[in-house]
C-alpha cells in the first residue's frame, strides 16, 4: 500500500538564483531544452534503473514481510531502496559521460568561481551541488498526495 519516489520533492525544489526551481533544472537536464542549446543528460532515470535488480529484490523481501505482518521490516526495506536508489542517481551525476559543456558555459563557470571563491567545475550538475543535494526520496501511500 506504499510506494517510494525518488527525485525533487516540493519542499526541496525552491532557488533563489533560477525561476523553476531544481525539479525544473532536473527536468532540464534529463530532457534536453533545445531551443536553451541544452542537450539532454539523462541521470535520474538511468540511475535509479542501473540498481533495478536490487531495487526488485528489496521490493519482493518488503512484500513478503508486509504479507507476514512484519510493518517495521517492510519500512525498512522501502527507506533502504529509497536510499539505494538516491545513492544511485548521485553516482551517475559524479561519474556519469554526459555531453560536455559548451565553451560559454565553461566560460560562465569560471566567472562564477572566481566570483564565489570557489573553483571551476567543467562536469554538468556539479556546479554548486544545490540541484544535486535536492534529490532525495520520499515514501507515500499508494492513492495519496
Not at 532536473?26 to 531544452?33: D, K, L, P, Q
Not at 525498512?76 to 548521485?90: I, K, R, T
Not at 568561481?113 to 571551476?120: L, N
Amino acid at each position: 500500500k506504499k510506494r517510494v519516489l525518488v527525485g525533487i520533492p516540493a519542499s526541496a525544489d525552491k532557488r533563489d538564483d533560477v525561476e523553476f526551481g531544481n525539479a525544473g533544472i532536473g527536468y532540464i537536464n534529463e530532457f534536453g531544452a533545445p531551443e536553451m542549446n541544452i542537450p539532454p543528460r539523462p541521470h535520474l532515470v538511468p540511475g535509479v534503473a542501473a540498481i533495478k535488480d536490487k531495487i526488485v529484490a528489496r521490493l519482493k523481501a518488503a512484500g513478503q514481510d508486509a504479507l507476514e505482518g512484519r510493518v517495521q521490516a517492510a519500512d525498512a526495506q522501502l527507506e533502504a531502496v529509497g536510499q539505494e536508489a538516491v545513492n544511485a542517481v548521485d553516482t551517475k551525476i559524479a561519474d556519469g559521460e554526459f555531453t560536455p559543456l559548451a565553451p560559454a558555459t565553461l566560460a560562465a563557470r569560471r566567472r562564477y568561481a572566481r566570483k564565489t571563491g570557489g573553483h571551476a567545475v567543467d562536469k554538468p550538475l556539479q556546479l554548486t551541488g544545490k540541484y544535486r543535494n535536492s534529490i532525495t526520496y520520499v515514501i507515500r501511500k499508494k492513492g495519496g498526495d
